[in-house]
């Protein structure tokens, strides 16, 4: 079995990215807003392909302002550009960690699973062959994995 994942991660690099976190965090909550699932769904999406025709429509506001619509402000337009302009870098980067993370956490998780499958497996055969300690171990780690009780025959 090839272990892929052979480097830990030290409890201290993993308290100091929490707490980096954190401050980012607390840095933005301020700023942040958080949407409910419907209004995720309602609103019209920027995505890669719209983001030249947001800048382009910015641009051309501040040049002919008389084209801009009586109910809209072109300050409220300088924010909302500004904003998701602005973070787009950070949600790039927070994907990629995010993925990363999730790579590393899944892959380091297998690999823990199945060493403990093997360990499991190698108890259990230690509690057939009677070696003392391992009935313990294994009756202990066998309630992960109930499985079907036989029924007991009744006789009428």
Same mark, same amino acid.
């Given at each position: 079995?090839?272990?892929?994942?052979?480097?830990?991660?030290p409890?201290?690099v993993?308290e100091? !990215?929490? !707490?980096k976190?954190?401050?980012?965090?607390a840095l933005m909550? =301020?700023?942040?807003?958080?949407?409910?699932?419907e209004e995720?769904?309602?609103?019209p999406?920027?995505g890669e392909?719209?983001?030249?025709?947001v800048? =382009?429509?910015?641009e051309y506001?501040?040049q002919?302002?008389e084209?801009?619509?009586?109910? !809209?402000t072109?300050e409220?337009?300088d924010?909302?550009?500004?904003d998701?302009t602005?973070?787009?870098?950070?949600?790039?980067?927070l994907?990629?960690?995010a993925?990363?993370?999730?790579d590393? !956490?899944?892959?380091?998780?297998s690999e823990?699973?199945?060493?403990?499958l093997?360990?499991? =497996?190698?108890?259990?055969?230690a509690s057939?062959?009677?070696?003392?300690g391992?009935k313990?171990i294994?009756d202990?780690?066998?309630?992960?994995?109930p499985g079907?009780r036989?029924?007991?025959?009744?006789?009428d």
């Open positions: 079995m090839k272990n892929n994942h052979t480097t830990s991660i409890s201290d993993l100091q !990215a929490v !707490a976190l954190n401050e980012v965090n909550k =301020n700023y942040m807003i958080t949407l409910t699932k995720r769904i309602s609103l999406k920027m392909k719209t983001l030249a025709f800048v =382009n429509s910015h506001s501040q002919r302002p084209l801009r619509p009586s109910y !809209a072109q409220d337009f924010i909302d550009v500004a998701a602005g973070l787009l870098p950070i949600e790039s980067l994907r990629k960690m993925s990363q993370i999730n590393t !956490a899944m892959l380091a998780g823990a699973y199945t060493q403990a093997l360990f499991y =497996n190698n108890a259990k055969m057939k062959n009677n070696v003392p391992a313990e294994y202990d780690l066998r309630t992960r994995f079907r036989k029924k007991q025959e009744t006789i």
